[in-house]
């Protein structure tokens, strides 16, 4: 993949919306707006491969210092086909797809094990830029997930087998007395991957890519799966 990468440029003071306590009490959010400055994204800017241009893009993300630029908001549906969106980082990314861990009593685990259709958002505001992927998520192998759990902190893996991910509890002390509690169950040796954590990888059907316009003529390209290749096109606004 490449590594090439176009200058990052800080956003213009005036494109910040700050606002006193007293004018957040008051105000119309319909009158809250701002000019999208920073460039666009022509087809010329477009590589061959979507990856090459999602490496590019995740690398100016992290140079330009956003908050948790991995971030994406993972989209899954229940059996009735109602949508849960939330927040999880990507932990790796190929060509066979995008890879995120996750406790697998969880629900959007439990969803996918019924629809393993999945939709993926990089939210990079700063930059006026979105990445959006849809695919269908599979298990990943127990050796990989292994070896990715044991290289998280130590409180990090502990912290995976103290909760009960989405079931209901009754108070925040209890998850703090079962994390004392397994830490010092493991307080010597290598800690167990526990049965009911793993990770997903998402293999991509189609990704957009969208860059923030001026007059709100923003610009957006749709790479879909075509074959062994990627069939590109410019989507309206």
Known sequence: MTTEHDDVHHSESRNKVALSPQQAASVDIADLRREYTRGGLRR?????NPLDLFE????QACEAQLADPTAMCV???DE???????????KHYDEKGMVFYTNLGSRKAQQLAVNSRISL???????????IVQ?????LPMLEVMKYFHSRPRDSQIGAWVSKQSSRISARNLLESK????????????IPLPSF???????????????GGEHRLHDRFLYQREGQGWSIDRLAP
Do not use: C, N
């Open 135 to 139: 695919g269908r998520a599979e298990k």
């Open 179 to 190: 994390f004392f509690e397994m830490k010092q169950k493991f307080q010597q040796g290598e």
């Open 121 to 131: 958002l990089f939210p990079w505001h700063m930059l006026e830029r979105q990445v």
């Open 75 to 77: 989209a899954t549906v």
């Open 44 to 48: 010329h800017d477009l590589s061959a």
């Open 197 to 211: 954590w793993g990770g997903f990888r998402v293999s991509i059907d189609a990704i957009e890519f969208w860059q």
């Open 80 to 90: 009735q086909g109602q949508p849960y969106q939330r927040i999880v980082l990507l």
């Open 56 to 59: 590019r893009w995740l690398k």
